[in-house]
Structures are given as structure tokens and as C-alpha cells.
């Protein structure tokens, strides 16, 4: 079973699959409590589904591209589920703060957001994502070597981009330019 806060159909709106039309499922709870987390992404209510039920809903929409947030999706062992979905031949996406990269490992892609920049992991990702505001000491990041791509995106508003940290992130990543400039497009298009 799982516990499914929402399901929506949209554009990966981050990271190097920015534009993939893609189904969403986003999951309950988390083992952090970040100051600028939108709390009812994960905290509020949820339903809790068999795989064959969030099949049975992901099945209404044409893309077959499943992106698994939170939350934290990996406080789950979801190796099953992600199993279950590519039997169905659905690529499947997770998103993570790299709590426990091997309650994912059968993803087909893992987007990275080290929440903790002192302790940044390796391995066991395909890219990675900072989110950072004006404020961040963004001095940690500039020694982080790897050939995975490396994105800025600037912490926004829960629903519209925050115009200070976009222009601080763009001028990061000038001055920078091993790290790409990643927006949350889905908030300047106005979709979910
Ligand atoms: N369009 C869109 N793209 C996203 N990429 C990561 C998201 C997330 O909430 O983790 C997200 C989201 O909520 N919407
Ligand atoms: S890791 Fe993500 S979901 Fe968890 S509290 Fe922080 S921003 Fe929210």
C-alpha cells in the first residue's frame, strides 16, 4: 500500500526532463522539515492505495512517464512499486533528499536535492538539484565535483517564481558555469 497526497498529470517542470509530459504521484510524509517546504505537499491528508488502484488512475492518462515525489519518497522501500510500474512499461522518476537511495535503486532516473551541503552523497543519483535563495552559503557547493548535471534552482513561492533568488541562481550560475540554471518552469507557466 501506499500513501498517495496527490496524482496529477503535467510537465516535469526541473532538471534535465524539463518539458516531459509526465504523471505525478506524490507521496506522504517526510524525514526532514525544511523552513521553506509547502507543509501540505506531504503532511495533510492522503489516501492510502494498492499498486493496482494508482495503476488503475495513472492508466487515464497517455504519458508513460511516472515522476514519484513527496515528501520523501525513499522513508519507503519502493523498489516494488517501481518494479510493478515498469512491468507495465512505465519509466519511473523519483525525486529525493538522498534519505535512502536504496529504497529507489530500480528507479529509472533519480533526481538528487541534498538538502544538507555539508554531507553531499556520490553516488546513487542521475543528477542533482540545489535549491537555493539569496541567502545561501553557496561557497559549500562551488567544491562539488561530479559528472552528473549539476542544477541551480532558485527556492520560489509555492505556486510563482521568487524573483530575487531566480536573479541570484542566474547570476551563480554565470559566474559558475559547471552548475545549470534550473527554474520550476511549471510556476511561470501557471500548471501544477
Ligand atoms: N510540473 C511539476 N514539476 C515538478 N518537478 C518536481 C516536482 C515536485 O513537486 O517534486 C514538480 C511539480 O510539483 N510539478
Ligand atoms: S526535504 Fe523536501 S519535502 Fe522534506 S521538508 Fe524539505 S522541502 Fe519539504
Redesign the pocket.
Known sequence: MLKVVEMFYSIQGEGTQVGVPSIFIRLYG?N???S??DEE??KGAYEELSFDAVLERIKAYPSMNVIIT???PSIYDLNGFIDFLQAHMYAVSVET?GYNFSNIASANWITYSP?DWNHIAKHGYDEVKFIVSKDSDVSKLLDFKSYKPLFIQPQNNAHTPNQENLAFCIAFVKANPRFILSVQLHKFLGVE
Open positions: 517526510c526532514l522539515s525544511c521553506f517546504c505537499l506531504h513527496g515528501g520523501e533528499n538538502k
